[in-house]
């Protein structure tokens, strides 16, 4: 199998043919000895390979900056059939950082797995509430709302922020000047932001679709702030890449419901 990278490069997960990436999959995964068996005669001969990144989350801790990521590969096989497999990547653990990946074959799995590592972010949900099969569709079907919904399902406390982002009233004005949504935030929210004193950026998820024949993407931030009150207030900003011309642009909303309703039922609509 091929070596993988071991100064912190991202592996490369696309390119070269279908057997190499699955080589390349099993030779980082930790659990690849159970998982070969059963992978290696039918994934071996297949015709094409599509690897996109399914779901991510992310914290700046503490404990200490958490990361997790589950990416889709898909591979064509000669009777036209598609097997998929899911491979999940995370630092979570309980060895101060390192980064750990497995492969799973089997949705069920992958969603147990998924569960165990959210635990460490905190207020992780339960398997029940974890993102149904239907966040898998291949290559760009619509999400659903309410599988949506599901996989932004996180407590308050998700993040464990830690406020560590200064000059918060400058930042939330330039958020709020480069929306180009008609119903962003109004003078209310502009006006509690000034009294803003500290802020934090989380990455909640990001996706990528084929649309209409086209590759559109998009990422969902919250900027929470602290306000001088000690209250809390977040700003949801989608930015996408669903314009005439594919250009991104960036679109605020003053609650994770809205922008989540325009990422599913607009940006990713066919």
């Known amino acids: 199998m ?3 990278p071991t100064d912190g490069t991202e592996p490369v997960r696309s390119g070269g043919r279908p057997a190499e990436q699955l080589d390349r999959l099993l030779g980082r995964a930790e659990n690849a000895a159970q998982v070969e068996p059963v992978l290696a005669a039918e994934v071996r001969g297949a015709l094409m390979h599509y690897c996109g990144l399914q779901s991510c989350r992310h914290t700046k801790g503490p404990p200490r900056r958490l990361n997790r990521r589950t990416f889709r590969h898909s591979f064509l096989l000669p009777d036209g059939e598609v097997r998929v497999l899911w491979e999940l990547e995370h630092n979570a653990g309980p060895d101060d ?6 492969v799973f074959a089997e949705r069920e799995e992958l969603t147990l797995a998924e569960w165990e590592v959210d635990a460490a972010f905190g ?3 339960g398997p029940r509430d974890l993102v149904p099969d239907t966040l898998a569709a291949p290559y ?8 949506a919904t599901g996989l932004l399902a996180d407590t ?11 000059d918060s009233a400058e930042h ?29 950026i989380s990455i909640v998820t990001r996706r990528s679709a084929l649309v209409a024949g086209r590759h559109v993407s998009w990422s969902l931030y919250e900027h929470a702030f602290l306000l001088l009150d000690g209250s809390e207030l977040s700003l949801w900003e989608i930015d996408h890449t669903r314009t005439p011309s594919g250009d991104p642009v960036c679109e605020v909303y003053a609650s994770q419901d809205a922008a989540l309703d325009t990422a599913v039922r607009r940006i990713e609509a066919t």
Do not use: K, M, W
Not at 140 to 147: H, P, Q, Y
Not at 156 to 166: I, K, L, M, N, S
Not at 176 to 192: E, H, I, K, S
């Open 2 to 4: 091929d070596a993988e």
């Open 140 to 147: 760009g079907e619509a999400l659903s709302a309410a599988a």
């Open 172 to 200: 939330a004005r330039r958020l709020l000047r480069r929306a180009t949504n008609a119903n962003a935030p109004g003078q209310d929210v502009r006006g509690r932001l000034r009294a803003s004193i500290a802020h934090d």
């Open 97 to 102: 950082g390192a980064v750990h990946c497995a």
């Open 156 to 166: 308050p406390d998700a993040f464990r922020r830690a406020y560590t982002e200064g």
């Open 123 to 125: 207020g992780a949900p």
